[in-house]
């Protein structure tokens, strides 16, 4: 249920803000796996967490690009 409200407030943000979200968790990424290196982490499922949060936000970026080519695409037919 989480996943799918989360993936649901990802779709409604625009492209920009995705690019933005999608830096800060790979930066957050990169910290997690820094600290892990050292065993100060202590739930190691949050570097899993966020690479699903990755490749969700790349899913819809993927989604939104196809959406504005077949606009692109129509608006040039008609």
Do not use: C, P
Request: glycine share 2%.
């Amino acid at each position: 249920m989480k996943i799918k409200v989360q993936t649901k407030e990802l779709r409604e943000k625009s492209t920009k803000d995705l690019v933005k979200d999608l830096k800060e968790s790979e930066k957050k990424i990169s910290e997690l796996k820094f600290q892990a290196s050292f065993k100060k982490l202590k739930n190691y499922k949050q570097i899993q967490h966020e690479r699903k949060k990755i490749a969700r936000i790349w899913t819809i970026l993927s989604e939104k690009a196809i959406e504005e080519l077949s606009k692109e695409n129509n608006g040039k037919q008609n």
